[in-house]
Each structure stands twice: as C-alpha cells, then as structure tokens.
C-alpha cells in the first residue's frame, strides 16, 4: 500500500517539526495534527500472488483518486506537496473531479442522521455549481415536455449522481430520475400519480441504501481489507496508517495507545519496508540508499545475489506491464508495486543469510515470514525519539550517541533557533531548552558529537559538555539545593539549641 497527500507537516503548527527528542507518544501528537489538517489524494494497492516454490505473480495495482464528496469538510492543501506531485504528473483534476468518495464512522453516523431527518445538503460549491446548470437545463425543458417524455444530464460525476437527483425530485414533483451510467442521469416528465408509484419501488437508486453505499465509497474496499488479514506492506508507514484510521476508520484518538490498539486490531500483520530495509543495510553490506525507487534498484541490479537461482521471481500479469516499461515514481499504484517487490527479494537476502540450506529449494512464503519476524508491526519513525514504533508491544528505546548540553555566557536572550543555527554550519543538532542559560543537544552521529566537543572546547560564549543528568537536571539540582538548605538549618538548629 501506498498513499499521496495534499500535504506532509504543516508550516502553521508551531514547533511541530520531528525531533531526536520527540517520544513515540509525543511524535503521535505531531503528525496527528497534520493528518487532520490534510487529506488523501491518491491511494495505491498492489496484490501478489505466491504461484508456486518462488514465482509470485503481480496481479494488479491500482491507483485510486479519492475526494470526500459526502459531506462538506475543510482540507490544507500544502503548495511544496502540490508541486512535488505535478513535478511527477500528478493528476489533480481527477482528484477534484472524479475521485472516489469515503467516509469515517463518525461522517457515516452523522449522514445517516440526516437521510434519515429529510435534511439533504448539498456537499461542495463545485456540486453546487454543477446543480444549478442541472436544474436551470430541466426547469427550461420541462415547460413545454410532454409527460412521459425524457431528457439526459450528462457529465455529472460521482456523489453527483446523486445529488442531482436528490435536489431534482425535491425541486420538481413531475420529474423521475434513474441513473444511466457514464456519468449520465435520465430526467423524466411524469404525473403526481406515477411519481409515487416509483418513489415505493424497491429499485429506486435514491433510496437511503444505494446513497449510503455510494458514500461509503472506498469505505467499503477499506473494511475488505481489514477482514482480509493479510499482511499489510508500506515504505515509511505511519502517516500512511494514522490517514487510514483518520478517513476511513474513525477520527484519530488523542492516546497514543489507543491508536496503536487500534491499528492492531485493523491490520495485525504489518511490514514497513524502511525498517527491513535498514536492517540489511548493516546486514548484507547493502549501499545506503534514500528512496524507495533507489532501494528497489539495488535490489534488482546489485551483486547481492548474482547467481541464486531461489530468487523470487515476479511476473507481471497482463494489464500491469506498463510498470515493467517505465517507471511512474510517487504514482500511489506504482510505489506499491515497488514495496512488495523490495519485500520479497530483501526477506530473500536475510533468509539466505541466516540458514545456510534456505537456498537449496524456493523458499515459501512463510519462510519468509520467519526471516522477517523481528521486524514485523515495527514501524519507521524518521528522526525521532525512537527508531520504530511497535504495534505489537513496547516501543525500544534509541541508541543515540550521547546527549550535549550548552552552558551560554555573555549572551542574553538567546533562543533554541540561534543556538540551531550556531551550529547548524558545522553538523546538524536537535535542540531543546533545558534552562534560562543552558541547551540540549542531541544529534544521531557520534561524529557530529566529537566534532562539537572538539571545536567548541575554547569557545568564549559557549560552553559543551555531556550531558550529566545528577549534574545537569534541573529536577536534580533543585533538590540538591533543597537539601542542602535542611542541612544547613539543621546545623544551626543544632549549635543554637545548646546540644551537648
């Protein structure tokens, strides 16, 4: 699975920017507030099919245009992830137009409400327009129309189908309407008699059922997959998962626990290929690479495994040829195809590399599973606190090389930004404020670290040193002040009272 966005962080959320020092719970929080503020414009799934020994057949992929059309909501469309996408051809009018609709439980629930209550509003000003060019068409035609005779809107896409029909036969009470297809909506003249008769029929596709089922939209192929159970694949994964659980299953919680119970339970087997990945880096002397495109082409042209005949081998079925031909990079179908494919052949390198006879035949796929067992449900987390968050369990804690604290002298006012750019020059820091006049440092290479402690050893303003917490912590050293102010009195208690 793959997902495309109308933005990643937003610029308006102060101090939101991903951090060394965020923890698993306080990273949720960040990205929580993005993901609400943006939506999905593109989903992408690829299926593989396990043949035979090491054959898998890649038999489809599929890039859907999504666009919440069943209720009105307010999305953030972020300029940088607008032109990155069209860089890659992205298609917005098919975004705009004729995307997919969807919905949460909570948008479901509040629609039901209103079928239910007769209180229809129409979802969007782009809808609203394509109505008004609707009704003017059939309230012109519809004074000199015979009864029984008809006339085709077309062009009408989506929850549009609906809702002009919806807005028609409240607004005109000698018209039918049914659905054609292709975009098309028969309106018919017919008598107040009649309209009845057709208004009780268990065919009509305005009644409350066919309009909830059409709203649901994609919903539905969302909930397939949840009882599916399969194992679910993505390549840095967690805003991919926070956005499934936002727009398709329920507004994310503000526990962090909860969200990860949540996720569990959904999709109980998970794999991020960046965190595979990252593992054969060390692993199988495997070239450090940035992006997923690059990944998969090491993958398919290195000398990891010139000769291994237990490869697996994928074989594109008839309608996805064209993504052996060329490549469609940040196309959602396309970036899914890829993370099954960097799954399959990097489980091969780490099944090879820890069974000597794993070779000897293809191995299934269930082998495959058990080479990947330590990296199942952990999910990347990209500069953080930790290095993956852990669906099934307890979140490991990072091993970052040591942290710094900066001692200020001489230089009032002084904020966590100047102390970034002071030594933003020379490597790259996190930092967070521990006092009036002291900083946190805190970096992901021990290069960085001796790098720092060397150059800033004689600097007049700055003082670097590693962080000591029973030295440092402002917690410590309040109570050690504390106590030392209780010894003190207790000495002069002592001398003062006449003790013998």
Known sequence: LDMEFTGLH????????????????????????????????????????????????????????????????????????IQFLSHYGFDYNKFLKDGIPYMNEAQEKILIQHLLAGSWKVSSALDRNVLKKAIDEVTRWITAAEEDETMI????????????????????????????????????????????????????????????????????????????????VGHNML????????????????????FKRNIHNLFPVLIDTKTVTKSVWKK?????????????AVLCNSNLNPKDPTCPVITLASDCLRYAEKQSPHEAGYDAFLCGSVLLKSAHLLLCRSADDAAEAGPSFSQYLTALAEYLNKVNVIRGGVSSINFSGEDAPSHHPPLLVVHVRGWPGLNEGQIYQEFKALCRFDVRRLSKDQFLLLSNKFKHVKLVLRDYKHHPQLRVSVYRHWRHSPGVSCLLQISGVVALWSVLAFVLGGAP
């Not at 993005?34 to 414009?41: E, G, H, K, L």
């Not at 659905?179 to 309106?187: A, F, H, I, Q, W």
């Not at 008769?197 to 059409?214: A, G, R, T, V, W």
């Open 284 to 296: 199988c002397q495997f070239p450090r690479v940035s992006n997923l495109l690059e990944v998969y």
């Open 10 to 81: 937003s610029i308006f959320l102060q101090n939101k920017k991903p951090s060394l020092f965020d923890s698993p719970a306080e990273r949720y929080l960040k990205v929580r507030q993005s993901v609400q503020r943006f939506t999905v414009t593109q989903l992408g799934l690829a299926i593989f099919s396990n043949e035979n020994s090491n054959h898998y057949l890649y038999l489809s992929s599929r890039e859907i245009f999504l666009f919440i059309l069943a209720t009105d909501v307010e999305f953030t469309l972020s300029a940088s992830s």
């Open 153 to 232: 809107l077309q062009d009408l896409s989506g929850y549009q189908l609906f809702e002009v029909q919806l807005v028609l036969r409240q607004a005109l009470q000698n018209v039918w309407t049914e659905p054609l297809g292709d975009k098309k909506v028969m309106v018919k003249k017919v008598s107040p008699q009649l309209r009845q008769l057709l208004e009780d029929s268990p065919y009509d596709y305005c009644q409350k059922e066919f309009i909830l089922l059409c709203a649901r939209g994609f919903t539905d192929l969302f909930q397939t997959l949840v009882k599916a159970k399969k194992p679910l």
């Open 239 to 258: 805003m991919d998962l926070m956005h499934l659980h936002d727009k398709f299953y329920k507004p994310l919680p503000e526990s962090y626990e909860e």
